[in-house]
C-alpha cells in the first residue's frame, strides 16, 4: 500500500518566516495530494490539494508543488503568522481515494 | 461546520468493555472513513464504506468493527477495550471517487481508564 514520509515533524519559525514542509509517497499511482491543517483540539480542514496533473498550485500565503518524478511534494507557506500554527498533515491517494497521511508537522509561528 | 456529525464528542469507559461511536456524514457523500488519532500520533486509516459496503480496512484491530448503513451513517464498534485505544477517533465523508475531498467530524474522544 501507499506509503507516507513527512518531514519535518516540528518546525518552528519567527512570525513573517517562511516554512516549507515535505512529503514523500511510495505509489506511483497517487494522483491526489490534499495538505490538511489540524489546530489544537480541532477538526483536519482541507487548506490546499494538487492534482497530479498540476506542478504547483497557489492561494493566496500557502503553495504546494509536486515533482511526480521523484514522488515528493511539499507546502510552502509565506510570511507566517500565529494563527498559522497547527498540525500540518500531507496525504496521497489513489482512484479509490482511500488518503494515507503523514505523521503530521507541528508548525510553530513565534510572534 | 464540515457537515459530518459525530457522537458523543467525549466518551469515558472501562477496559474490557465495549463502545459505538457514530457518524453522520454529509448530504450526499456516499463514503465514510474511519481514522485513529493517537498521542503524538497521525491520522491511521482504520476503515472505509461505499454507499453500504466495505471498501477498503487499514490497520484496524479485529477488536474493533463498523458498518454502513442504509442511510449512509456509520457506526465503528470499538470492545474488550484496553488503555491503549484511549484516542481521538475522527470519521471523514466524501463524494467517493477519485480525488474527491475529504471532510472530518470534529472527533470522538475515547478515553479507557
Known amino acids: 500500500g501507499e506509503n507516507v514520509e513527512q518531514h519535518p515533524s516540528t518546525l518552528s519559525v519567527q512570525e513573517g518566516d517562511s516554512a516549507v514542509i515535505k512529503c514523500t509517497y511510495s505509489?506511483?499511482?497517487?494522483?491526489?495530494f490534499p495538505w490538511y491543517k489540524q489546530e489544537l483540539g480541532k477538526r483536519p480542514q482541507l487548506i490546499i490539494d494538487i492534482r497530479s496533473n498540476v506542478g504547483e498550485k497557489k492561494d493566496q500565503r500557502i503553495a504546494v508543488t509536486l515533482n511526480k518524478t521523484a514522488k515528493h511534494f511539499s507546502l510552502h507557506i509565506t510570511e507566517t503568522q500565529p494563527e498559522d500554527s497547527a498540525v500540518y498533515f500531507c496525504?496521497?491517494?489513489?482512484?479509490?481515494?482511500?488518503?494515507?497521511f503523514g505523521r503530521g508537522t507541528s508548525l510553530i509561528v513565534h510572534p | 461546520d464540515s457537515g459530518v456529525t459525530q457522537t458523543p464528542k467525549h466518551l469515558i469507559t472501562a477496559t474490557g468493555q465495549r463502545v459505538t461511536l457514530r457518524c453522520s456524514p454529509r448530504?450526499?457523500?456516499?463514503?465514510v472513513y474511519w481514522y485513529q488519532q493517537s498521542l503524538d500520533q497521525g491520522l491511521q486509516f482504520l476503515i472505509q464504506y461505499y454507499n453500504g459496503e466495505e471498501r477498503a480496512k487499514g490497520n484496524i484491530l479485529e477488536r474493533f468493527s463498523a458498518q454502513q448503513f442504509p442511510d449512509l451513517h456509520s457506526e465503528l464498534n470499538l470492545s474488550s477495550l484496553e488503555l491503549g485505544d484511549s484516542a481521538l477517533y475522527f470519521c471523514a465523508s466524501s463524494v467517493g471517487g477519485a480525488r474527491s475531498e475529504a471532510f472530518f467530524g470534529q472527533g470522538t474522544r475515547l478515553t479507557v481508564v
Open positions: 448530504s450526499g457523500d456516499l463514503s
Open positions: 496525504a496521497a491517494s489513489t482512484g479509490s481515494y482511500i488518503p494515507t
Open positions: 505509489d506511483s499511482a497517487s494522483n491526489y
